[in-house]
């Protein structure tokens, strides 16, 4: 009756006034929780559509049952709406096969390309698009992991997995590795019903199991609580992989932050009223991973009396019940190079003041980038036993590193403008002196005595930062600030090494990226949207492969093959038009010149360091171009946020972590094979 007399008012109101027609779409979800619906409805509301104005919302629950799942679909069907959306995979999968007309858009869908939802997460094809939760390589022997760190006598470990849910049997192909790897025993315990959650519990305790790993599901989320004091009542250590699950009491947590893709849901619900469609890149599949770990000091009680009572120090944000503490209430803390190559220490500082027309940063995510590690070594490999130190460039110990910065404007000189107090805003890092002549003709990359923030000035791995001026803060509306901190380095870097292949590049030319990891993956991301052309990948990693493919990459070269350039020539019908160098070795910058086709062009970026021997004679018999890239300039950090903005760039897979864990998220950096995508520490 309410949602008739809603219409019925829009109705009226359109007779009275200018017509404004009211459209209708369709939810098929697993239950109404309050928080994800109000993301959803906030975000169609910043689209300007109403529920009960120009919009008609016609939802559906089926409360973790699938079975219900096809009849619901098929009453959303008869309803005759412009869209519909479906969340988690059984609702998917159904909605697709009941309605294979209607644009679908699906949230929190395991392995779209699996079910045949789309065809690439680039380009969906068909009729559907929407936000994915394939998760990274590795990320559930993480999870196990860090289950075994509270739990370390754990070896038998149960994992509650719903076999109804069709994307559901992809968690168990990693199995036998995870045991290989962490040397535990992994059972199957199944739920398909929420009369079969006890009993799921009842037959892990009699396999002998020691701990639980939860699998993320419709029936497990609907009966979150429950789970949760099934856990504690069969005294099982248990992980979860949404943080729900803490909110709920739970032990810990570990997995994508999904509350966002709701919001995302809701801009692809705008896009498709107004009349795209989801099949083309300006509507690419997304998988937004930012992993997100969560600890709950009342699960820790119940479950271990070894754990910290506000948590595991592992979770990015530890719920305690007790008051919390603003950090205007404390001393600026940093994680600071105390000596060259040795972990970072914690110091604390009293805090800074800004003057003149400086602005005072609270810093609330900060991105750890391989430049970092060379820093933090305290030198930069020329090659031929050379190296250049970060001291004889101005850099001395102690040193706050850390220049991907996003968070909150604290304070302001008195001089400041541009920004304002409790302005969320991610901070351009690369700036220069302001007084010589390059930088007053705006080429502050170029300047003599530059002033970058993290590298050369204290930054992101502190709880504050000084910003010289407030035209270097930039607000980021509508871009998760975990990711759009890493814009501010690695997206811009790879856009700006982008972009210098445009003049080179076709409709059916070819672009290699040599490395796909890290800046290298940011560009694999962007490129659809920055450059014409067919991207190639060329990565040693497998793993780095595989996710180029699924954005759409044409073809992957494993570039340590022996006959990696023959793949790269018959790929390319004889040669590269460009090719950018993410790694920069002596190999892989090897690699680029010899499959560059004439008049290509090599951009290095890379700073792996070394030398490499190159014949002179082949730049004019080739006519072939090599060009540095470094970093990129406030301009194409606004470029890049109204690409994000406009939805044409899919966010790379991200892990958070807390600030006082920057030393290990370095080492992983560095012994590579650890980090998938981008690590962001939290304060």
């Given at each position: ?159 509650l997995i719903n076999l109804s ?21 992994l059972i199957v315990v199944e ?92 509507c690419p599949a997304v998988n ?396």
């Open positions: 009756m309410l949602a008739a007399a809603a219409v019925g008012l829009a109705l009226s109101a359109s007779g009275a006034g200018a017509e404004e027609p009211v459209h209708r779409i369709g939810v098929l979800r697993s239950s109404g929780n309050p928080e994800s619906t109000r993301i959803w409805l906030d975000g169609l509301r910043e689209h300007g559509w109403v529920n009960g104005a120009n919009l008609q919302i016609d939802y559906r629950y089926y409360q973790g049952r699938n079975e219900q799942i096809p009849a619901l679909a098929a009453e959303l069907v008869a309803s005759r709406p412009e869209v519909v959306v479906a969340l988690g995979s059984p609702a998917a999968a159904a909605m697709h096969a009941a309605a294979p007309t209607i644009p679908l858009v699906f949230v929190n869908v395991r392995d779209p390309i699996a079910l045949g939802l789309v065809e690439t997460l680039a380009h969906p094809g068909g009729h559907a698009t929407g936000f994915a939760t394939m998760s990274p390589e590795g990320f559930m022997g993480k999870a196990i992991q860090l289950l075994r760190e509270v739990a370390p006598s754990a070896s038998l470990i149960a994992q849910n069709p994307g559901a049997r992809r968690v168990l192909a990693d199995n036998p590795e995870i045991e290989r790897l962490l040397g535990v025993k739920a398909s019903s929420p009369d079969q959650l006890e009993s799921a519990f009842d037959t892990a305790v009699n396999q002998s199991a020691e701990a639980i790993n939860i699998d993320t599901d419709p029936l497990t989320f609907v009966y979150s609580a429950e789970v949760v004091a099934l856990a504690a009542r069969y005294r099982l250590p248990a992980i979860h992989l949404q943080r729900q699950y803490v909110l709920d009491s739970g032990l810990m947590s570990y997995g994508a932050r999904l509350e966002d893709n709701w919001r995302g849901a809701a801009s692809y619900v705008d896009k498709i009223l107004k009349g795209e469609r989801p099949r083309g890149p300006s937004p991973i930012l992993l997100d770990r969560r600890s709950q000091n009342g699960g820790a009680r119940h479950h271990s009396p070894a754990i910290d009572p506000c948590g595991s120090r592992r979770g990015d944000r530890v719920v305690c019940q007790r008051p919390e503490t603003s950090l205007r209430d404390v001393r600026m803390r940093a994680m600071q190079i105390i000596e060259w190559g040795k972990p970072l220490e914690a110091r604390e500082y009293p805090d800074p003041e800004p003057k003149g027309e400086e602005v005072l940063l609270r810093v609330e995510a900060a991105g750890v980038c391989h430049s970092d590690v060379h820093i933090w070594d305290g030198y930069f490999d020329l090659g031929g036993d050379r190296q250049i130190s970060l001291e004889s460039r101005g850099v001395h110990l102690p040193f706050t590193m850390g220049h991907e910065i996003a968070g909150e404007a604290a304070a302001l000189g008195p001089q400041a403008s541009g920004v304002k107090v409790g302005d969320k805003v991610v901070a351009y890092p690369w700036i220069g002196c302001g007084q010589c002549a390059v930088c007053r003709k705006g080429e502050e990359l170029l300047g003599l005595n530059p002033r970058t923030l993290g590298t050369r000035r204290a930054g992101g791995y502190g709880t504050h930062v000084i910003v010289p001026h407030g035209r270097y803060l930039l607000t980021h509306q509508g871009v998760p600030q975990d990711l759009a901190a890493t814009y501010t380095c690695s997206g811009i870097t790879a856009l700006s090494a982008l972009k210098k292949t445009r003049e080179h590049l076709g409709a059916d030319d070819h672009l290699v990226i040599i490395g796909a990891g890290g800046v290298g993956g940011s560009a694999v991301h962007i490129a659809p949207a920055a450059v014409a052309g067919k991207i190639i990948v060329a990565d040693i990693d497998a793993q780095k492969r595989a996710q180029a493919r699924q954005m759409g990459a044409v073809a992957t070269i494993d570039n340590a093959a022996p006959d990696a350039i023959r793949q790269v020539m018959e790929a390319t019908g004889g040669g590269a038009a460009a090719a950018i160098d993410f790694v920069g070795s002596p190999k892989t910058m090897e690699f680029g010149v010899n499959i560059l086709r004439k008049g290509g062009k090599l951009v290095m970026v890379g700073l792996y360091g070394g030398a490499y021997p190159i014949s002179t004679v082949l730049f004019p018999f080739k006519m072939m171009t090599l060009e540095g890239s470094y970093v990129g300039t406030l301009e194409d950090l606004r470029e890049l946020l109204a690409l994000v903005q406009a939805g044409k760039v899919p966010p790379i897979p991200l892990e958070t972590r807390p600030a006082d864990q920057a030393s290990s998220a370095l080492s992983d950096l560095k012994n590579g094979g650890k980090v998938r995508g981008r690590v962001v520490l939290h304060h």
